[in-house]
Structure formats: C-alpha cells, structure tokens
C-alpha cells in the first residue's frame, strides 16, 4: 500500500488543521490505519487509529483530534482542533494490511504560540 499524507502547515495556537492520507488502494481492504507523529527530537508516537470497527486516540489527544474515512475517496482524515505549540511534529500515516506495515512520507504541522 502506498500512502500520500498532506494538509499539514503553520497554524496558530487554538487553530485548526485536516491531515488527509490516501492510499493507493481500497481502504476497505486494510486492517488499520493510523496516524503517528515525530516531535522534534523525540520518538514517534500513535496520535490516533481506526479499523472498520473502531477507533483509537491517545491520551494526550483530549478530544481535540477525530480521526475519519471515506471509503469511496480511499482516504483516511486527521481533524485536529484546539491546536497547541506541542502537538507540532511531523506526521505520518501507516498502514497495516494483513502482516504488512506501510507508512507514508510525513507531513510537518508547525503550530505557532
């Protein structure tokens, strides 16, 4: 699976942004799609997931984030709101399907205090 992550940005503090990920095929077809991030200078990290019949956030999220598809766009949605100077990373979605592990090149989300 080949995955194309964008809509990353500078926003400021308390904005908004739509990270979208689309795959180079049936979304329907994959186990799970997640997205993860890379503060500076630290490991990356599960932001939030989803498979057909759930979804998963960290903790740190708070209900800021909603993570989203449309199976018909073969894409998966990062709505991030509430925007802090922490949440700023790169980010990456990831693809497992059946054993195999995908990931798509970042997008750098830059939020401004």
């Known amino acids: 699976v080949q995955l194309q992550a964008s809509g990353g940005g500078l926003v400021q503090a308390g904005g908004s942004l739509r990270l979208s990920c689309e795959a180079s095929?049936?979304?329907?077809?994959?186990?799970?799609i997640a997205w993860y991030r890379q503060p500076p200078g630290k490991q990356r990290e599960l932001v939030a997931g989803?498979?057909?019949?759930?979804?998963d956030y960290a903790d740190f999220v708070e209900g800021r984030f909603t993570i989203s598809r449309d199976n018909a766009k073969n894409t998966v949605y990062l709505q991030m709101n509430s925007l802090k100077p922490e949440d700023t990373a790169v980010y990456y979605c990831n693809a497992i399907k059946f054993f195999l592990t995908s990931w798509g090149q970042g997008t750098l989300v830059t939020v401004s205090s």
């Open positions: 989803i498979s057909s019949g759930r979804t």
């Open positions: 095929e049936s979304i329907s077809d994959i186990n799970y």
